[in-house]
């Protein structure tokens, strides 16, 4: 079905032909319409078309209004103070706006086939390490902007550009060759869990730095490991990949805990550009993009400089021959856009990295890997704070575990759900499936709400709150809505674009409207909190709008109760689509 022209589309169109039949000379004037607490909209482009025609804007404005002819859209169309229109749309053209997003599966959004492939870097977790709170933001924030970059038509590859190299995989891989029974953790056939696998890795990373540390003759063949790692010896290999793949292991269990899917062919970490390392040093150094200097290959930019006023330049390759993490970054840009034909590029990196990307996607505009037909952005995230306003740590100082995080949101949130379940009838089996649900996206609801670049505080008792703008906010709204048809009897949704609306029903039914240029607003900024916002605001409208408008009891006449449960149902749907593209669920029954 082809998308819905939303009620803001429509109303604008007609202003254009107004502006277009009263003044010829600014047929392409753009009316400047937006949503108003005044009337259903305003438009403010007269003020500044007068000031270019030299005349005055209220008289120009009486002349434009003349000039719209009597439609079954705009009931009202009044000239205020220097030249504004205040504009009120007509119920039937609400009601009939609404029925036509109801009958699309895609509630009206318009789905480009024609749009690009984006490449979406997040979840970026280190082989052999912990995850941490750190890693929440990329991983919930980057899995929202996958979903709702393909509900628009985007082509998305996803990639987790995991640290899977490194100078420290050759202590860990030396450590292992002389004590091999370390990861012996298991009977042959037998499944591991997550949390077994991290907590051998760990004992393995701790007991190889303690040797590291302490033994020079270790330290020497450890280091003599990095390099057969680099030269690919196999045995070396062999190990390394043990250690990729038990720390996958416990990835995908706490990615399974955040209720997120990550396939093994997503994950392409640092050593998938391997290969590329030498040619993309080649190719920039012969371009006269990088330059040796002190024997490192670098790339210098006039607006960085160090606190000494000297230029900072990006390390491509160490004097040394090594190379940084700035040689894997543009190798993967390569990687990207040769081989993937992406034409569009998020990094959902933490915002302290934003100087290296600078850099880095400034260099690969300069090499011609990006170019006007090809962008990178960073969508850089904040710091997750405690309650008191500092990053968020242990009470002993130590960085959060996010599986100790993510375990306590759901016992919380359970328990929330268990002072529920008497009244609803839930069974302990809902109760503990309802219970993960609403933890998880009170996570991840609390992360995305926030803007990606500004920090937020990591509060649950906020988080899992039935009340202020919480996704169990939002899912108790879904929730009673779900409960309304279950006592509906034999009446049944249907649209009736005769009736008187209520105000709170023209409020709902303005706000519904909006979905699809919001969803479409979100994925041009990358901004999943607008979406957020939006969901927030349509719970709260349709609280309003059970209290005033009555649907089921005291029993209304047939059409009203009829289109009320039609608001109900457009806006459970919505609810529930919204809510998807964040990657949360609804319960039907909370």
């Known amino acids: 079905m082809a998308s819905v022209p939303s009620l803001a589309s429509t109303v604008q169109q007609r202003l254009a032909d107004g502006l277009s039949a009263a003044l010829p000379e600014a047929a392409s004037a753009d009316p400047l319409l937006r949503r108003s607490d005044r009337a259903d909209f305003q438009a403010n482009g007269i003020l500044a078309l007068a000031k270019q025609l030299k005349g005055n804007p209220r008289e120009l404005a009486t002349k434009v209004v003349d000039a719209i002819p009597a439609n079954d859209v705009l009931k009202e169309i009044e000239v205020s103070g220097p030249g504004f229109l205040n504009i009120t749309v007509t119920d039937a053209a609400i009601v009939n706006t609404l029925a036509a997003r109801a009958a ?228 993967a840009i390569r990687d990207r856009v040769g081989n993937l034909k992406a034409t569009s590029l998020v990094y959902v990196v933490d915002a302290r990295q934003s100087l290296h990307f600078k850099m880095v996607f400034e260099t690969a505009r300069r090499a011609g890997w990006l170019n006007d037909d090809v962008k990178a952005v960073q969508l850089a995230f904040g710091t997750v704070l405690g309650k008191d306003g500092k990053p968020f740590k242990t009470r002993e100082g130590e960085t959060v575990r996010l599986v100790d995080l993510l375990d306590e949101a759901v016992d919380r949130a359970t328990a929330v759900v268990r002072e529920k379940a008497e009244k609803v009838g839930l069974t302990e089996t809902e109760i503990v499936e309802n219970g993960q649900y609403v933890g998880i996206g009170a996570v991840k609801y609390a992360d995305l709400s926030t803007s990606a670049a500004r920090d937020y505080k990591f509060d649950l008792d906020q988080m899992v709150s039935l009340n202020g703008d919480t996704s169990v906010y939002l899912q108790y709204a879904y929730a009673r809505i779900r409960s309304i048809f279950g006592k509906a009897g034999d009446r049944t949704p249907l649209a009736h674009p005769e009736l008187e609306l209520a105000p709170a029903e023209r409020a709902l039914g303005l706000h519904l409207d909006q979905f699809g240029e919001v969803i479409a607003e979100t994925a041009a900024e990358h901004a999943p909190h607008k979406l957020a916002a939006y969901l927030y605001q349509l719970a709260s409208l349709y609280t309003t709008f059970y209290d005033q408008c009555p649907v089921i009891k005291p029993e209304p006449a047939q059409e009203v109760a009829e289109n009320r449960l039609f608001l109900c149902d457009l806006t459970a749907r919505t609810l529930h689509q919204g809510m998807a593209l964040l990657g949360i669920r609804t319960p039907e029954r909370l």
């Open 104 to 331: 699309d599966a895609r509630l009206g959004v318009p789905f480009n086939e024609s749009a690009g492939t984006t490449v979406i870097d997040y979840a970026q977790p280190n082989v052999a390490k912990e995850m941490h709170v750190g890693h929440l933001r990329s991983a919930v924030i980057g899995a929202a902007m996958v979903e709702i970059l393909e509900f628009t038509g985007e082509t998305v590859v996803r990639r987790h550009h995991i640290g899977d190299w490194g100078t420290q995989f050759g202590m860990l891989i030396q450590y292992l060759i002389e004590h091999p029974h370390e990861l012996d953790h298991k009977v042959e056939g037998d499944d591991v869990s997550g949390e077994e696998a991290m907590s051998n890795l760990n004992r393995l990373y701790k007991a190889s730095r303690t040797l590291f540390d302490s033994d020079e003759e270790f330290k020497t063949r450890a280091r003599a490991r990095v390099v057969d790692l680099q030269a690919g010896e196999p045995e070396t290999l062999a190990m390394w990949q043990r250690f990729v793949d038990e720390s996958k292991i416990y990835f995908y269990s706490v990615f399974e805990k955040l209720d997120m899917d990550i396939d093994d062919p997503d994950i392409v970490g640092e050593s998938g550009y391997n290969d590329m390392l030498h040619e993309t040093c080649r190719l920039l150094e012969e371009s006269g993009v990088a330059v040796r200097s002190e024997g490192a290959l670098c790339v210098f930019f006039d607006d960085v400089k160090g606190p000494d006023g000297n230029p900072t330049p990006l390390i491509v390759q160490k004097s040394d021959g090594g190379f940084g993490y700035a040689a894997t970054d543009l190798s």
